[in-house]
């Protein structure tokens, strides 16, 4: 059983028991860590970060747990912590000095922004990204933004923020967003419907929007192959 500190060991506090060999640990354990949590951070993907670069989000992490263990814990010595800090600092300033420099660097942490609305149709990239459909439909109307069709475009930046820019005068057709889904179903019209007046239907997955005459069926959506249709909206 591990006996309790008695008084105030400076010795013990700043340096501990180990040798000088301990830093070059501390070295390669700070480096191992950080590095791991920048390739975790951007697997995670920008919008777990929020505001935040990932070099900023990883830096905020790693001095918060360097700064608070020795806080409490009276077996880790102070400067190990330090050595800690020390070593996170000079390695988040050595790779802001990268990013500076070095734009594949840049695209390789930070990332680049991605198109997610392309002309009031959702971009391919919404396929396999770790933002949902449902997610960009909550962004665009907390813009203001009711139907796809109102948007010329939309990006998402390296840091989560959604950019969205929205057509001048009166926007063509499109998905409707408003009221969210959730709520209200939009009505669904299959590809073999007839449809007995002429309308604007939109793809239910990518909110491709086309004109249907009387008479006809919309059939499958030319983009993404989907068969099912909702009234758009304007």
């Not at 951007?42 to 990883?58: A, C, H, M, N, P």
């Not at 700064?67 to 000079?90: E, K, N, R, S, W």
Request: hydrophobic share 45%.
């Amino acid at each position: 059983m591990e006996q309790p500190a008695q008084g105030i060991d400076l010795i013990r506090i700043f340096v501990g028991d180990q040798g000088a060999w301990i830093y070059l640990e501390i070295l390669f354990r700070t480096l191992i860590v950080y590095g791991y949590g920048l390739l975790l951070l951007r697997w995670l993907g920008s919008r777990t970060i929020g505001q935040l670069s990932t070099v900023e989000f990883l830096l905020v992490i790693a001095l918060g747990s360097a700064v608070g263990d020795p806080m409490f814990q009276p077996d880790v010595p102070l400067l190990h912590a330090m050595a800690v800090i020390t070593i996170v600092v000079l390695a988040n300033r050595g790779l802001d000095l990268l990013i500076a420099r070095h734009k594949r660097v840049e695209r390789l942490v930070d990332g680049e922004p991605r198109q997610i609305v392309d002309q009031g149709v959702l971009s391919e990239v919404t396929g396999d990204a770790e933002l949902g459909a449902s997610e960009i439909f909550q962004k665009l109307r907390q813009a203001g933004v009711k139907q796809l069709g109102e948007v010329s475009s939309a990006f998402v930046e390296p840091n989560g923020a959604m950019s969205i820019f929205q057509h001048n005068g009166t926007p063509p057709w499109g998905l409707p967003i408003v009221p969210p889904w959730e709520i209200v179903a939009p009505q669904v019209i299959a590809a073999d419907h007839l449809v007995d007046h002429q309308m604007h239907l939109s793809c239910y997955r990518c909110g491709t929007t086309i004109a249907v005459g009387v008479g006809q069926g919309p059939g499958t959506c030319l983009r993404c192959g989907h068969d099912r249709w909702t009234p758009a909206t304007r």
